[in-house]
């Protein structure tokens, strides 16, 4: 159960910055984006990106988009935008170029997500070659500056309901956009506040009195000299609870025209002759995919949010190695932080998950990169896309929330001195949990769409007894594997021939675990649903309503399922034994440690009794001491450089 | 299981600001402290301690002494002086005090906290009739502005390895005050960066050679006009992550002298022969004495705490209430968000929570008050007081900031919006887990505490086999009865006769299981203490520190325990049966929630099956959706004035 092999010697690459194995550990986790994220490492110092927290709302602002202007004409954060145009074409680049950039600042990040990542991809993906080639060499460098005006006062996660119209005007080949009532005003919106020039607005299409859905229009709202333009009122949302470097502002429009080229128009548009055309027939399949392809946005925050936390835990780990309290009964010396088991289990736990996310962020942004190559040819790998974009982005802005406060907590009161960046982190990352979609509403979705795999496995038949006896042929349609699957197949078929198949380590168990949750939990939401779709239509959303849940609860144990096994191929993909042995540690920890807190369920279905549940919080606790004298190359293997954390405690 | 009487009209005392119920339940839940409550509800504006939550570092330190002064010259929040000094000479009421002012603003509340409470308190409590006359009146209207100069940079929790000294000279009959090493700087010291005149310092106290322990001297950091005093050194420690009207700072002290008459000296001093002099012989036995008298600060941060919280609850249910979000199926009226099962689970046992730590409170502010009057006659009573509130102090804060929490996500991206004040909330309240007692450091005092108490009843027996057995005795002896005891053995006892003791909302059954848990879990960690204490003096740390997880989880029993008997001290105590019958479902959802929440808990050691289990949970819900017609009564019961809750989303 110990990791015996020695560390190894600072070679002449890594330098004295960072341990060996700490680079072995950082190249793992890099994995395809290793070269990458090296060159942010080697090339892009704290005062490119990171922010001075005491900023007050004027300055941050307009530090944001000095720095932002600045990375561009480096070269940083626009890989996604079409070579074309002077980007790299590369989804998959442009999240880790996110996750990077998160690593510095999350204002800065978010001001970059919006004019790179949601108003620079809705003209990518929801315009045509003119408005590529009108718009997208602006908005790289910045100059043209653009805001994504979906959500509204009245209808954030509801976006189908928005009050915006977009109305075809043939008299004069006009669009006019208007927002008819005070709820309509457009909220919460980056680039807003203070230097949007242009806005990419959601509204209601209206072509001959019929509405054939939500489509975007590109709205002038300020002059090239930020000065106003006429029937554009723009708010000023002030200060929030963190993110002071994104002008957050509402837009209301009262009957603004816009040429008919400003229509994106790549799902659905009005032609030349007035007549309104898509090659989509479905209103509802054209709203779907036009939404569909705005997917990256909410890929970038599961992962920006995974990357504060990183650097989070790099600067609790490395002060608790460092920060001493309390005696050694006797012997005198004080003891270091982390050499008390509760500080332990506040930190290797989620330095653990941090592994395992980071995994599966690299997964997922592969994942999206055939999606976006394939270009609507597969449509089924698109909707698993956006299961799995809105399970990991709940999952890792939760996780996000919730670590980086224990993190701050494990630092004590010097955690609390914004001097040592803890705190910027924890109310930046605060509004990852309910932007890019709602956190609640994104795992109903995810848990939406696995019924929607079940009943087209299973279809009408009755559940009841079918479910047991087919739980394997279940495992290979319903269960969708992710490109773990032929390693995850391997280590299930050797354990099967190994007697030592129910030790707490073994990976086929963990595996078997996640898996049999997953499925137990979907299956019996399954039934439950069926049950609640039969009753009188008064009763049908009290029955559907009290499945919420038992829906949270799948959603959680599907993406549970689906990092484990990102983990388990990530290892497999890396070269080095000695890291991969270290990682498969880390590994176990991850596993146990979601097993721990799904001890509930486990038992409540007679998964394991209460002394295994027993003996695996205390191998919970013997991997977090095993782990212990690895904590500053695990931690250095997140890959935040250490000249990035901004940290008082830290220095000196 | 409905409640089925009608709401009652308003009356006129009511007005139309609040339910009949609500005032009921504001009424109940204020218990003997409501008229003092009420007072601040009808006396006190917004204007008066609701801070602008946009106000930065110097701006926010000036409003909050500004209305400190305002506030103490009309009575509120001195009533913990002495009377012959112009205060009431009530400690239980300066705790409710607090609590209200934590309604208004945290920063308002810490500002009064480090003022009257720590270094007010500090006068009072550690220094005699010379120091009361002397210091007092001042302290009071905030003239004299004075610090509670305990945590060094380098020891918050081991307070008893602090470095400052404080050293007797008998050739001047002077003290000098002497911080010797970087490290002994006093650290985040509230009234330090700005406005504190005085310090009450924490340093070793050297007479002759012999160092007698840590001892208080209050010494000059400011001139009158706020200039420098020789020899004190002050640092600001600037932006935080809240509280940004308390101005936290450093104090290094370099050869500072003070007259004789300065070491606060109520329990050991320097006498006029220059002999040293302590009515405690034990100099261990003298640092506890001292530092329980501080008891106080730490009851007034868990309620203050969980007044914010309360305040959080009511924005985000006021919300939930108005805020609709997507239709009714078929019928099309777009549904409130707190009519989601998911939006009730979470805000509906947090509300349950905060009514159950509400009774808690107001029983731990007696108890308070009955160990201040005995002054030092009843040290059991003080021991058993001194661990109810650390108990207490890092529960409410750690639910507070998760709950705070909950309640910003739960209103959306409106949530994260400064003008809708739970920002604000969230970051203030942030530190409590830290300050005034690190929680983890805390839960563990918690724990030993309890180990005391099962030894003095156990002695040496071998504990195996001997627990069972005698398991009832232990429930009398052991698990020290709050002041419900009479009501709860009368539940218990009524309950043996009937059937339905089983029954999920069986109040007898809630106490068992509670009890059971404190019980079981605090004989464990006995055993396990016992052989670590066994084991050779090179492996003790680690033979201890494997039970760490052990001790938390031991405190937290005993606290949910406590908390459970007051609430139903406090439904006893309800003289209108309706209140009480709403209190009633209220606590079933608190004692259910809280079971739910330890469920892994009870099925790994068999006190209930997988089946079981799940009925808990299913119970829960039912709960949820029966108490959401009362959501406004009961967060009007919570008590926090209309007009404080300073959130834009709830006006218009």
Redesign the interface.
Known sequence: MTITAPDRPRTAETGPRITATGEGLRRALDGPFHTLKQRWRHEVSADDFVRD??L?VEEAREWALDKLVALAARGFAIAGFPEAQGGRGSTAESVAHFEMLAMGDLSLTIKSGVQHGLWGGAIVNLGTSWHHETFLPGTITGELTGCFAM?ELG????VQ?LETTITWLPETCEFEVNSPTPTAAK??IGNAAAHGKWAAVFGQLLVDGVNQGVHVAVVRIRTDDLGPVPGVVIGD??????LLGVDNGTLFFDHVRVPRTHLLDRFGGVNTEGVYTSAIESKNARFFTMLGTLVRGRICVGGGAASATRKALSIATRYSLKRT???????GAE?PLL?????Q?KLLPNIAKAYAYGFAMNELALQLQRVTDAAGADPKAGRELETRAAGMKAMLTRWA?DTI?VA??AC??A?????NG???L??DA??F???EG???VLM?LVAKALLLDYQRTWGDLDLRGTAQATARMLGETFLERTTARSVIDRILTTANRRPEAQQLTSRAWHIQLFEDRERHTVEGLAKRMRAAGKVP??E??AAT?????HM?AAARAHTDRVVLEAFIAGIDATGDPYIASILSKVCDLYALATIEEN??WF????RFD??R??AI?EAV?ALC?ELRPKALELVEGLGVEESWLNAAILRG
């Not at 955690?415 to 001097?419: N, P, R, V």
């Open positions: 927290p005491t007050g959500t209808h954030g996660s509801d309901s909220a919460y949302q002030g200060h929030k609870g963190g309290q309390f005696r050694l009964p006797g012997l003891i050499d008390y088991q509760a500080q289990r929330n406060q701050r907590e004590g009161g955690g609390y001195l914004t001097e803890l705190t910027l924890r109310q605060d509004v949990a309910t932007f709602e956190n609640t109903q239509a008064e049908a959303f309503n009290a499945c919420q849940q949270l001890r509930g038992m409540e279905h007679e209460g002394s549940s027993k919080t606790d001491l």
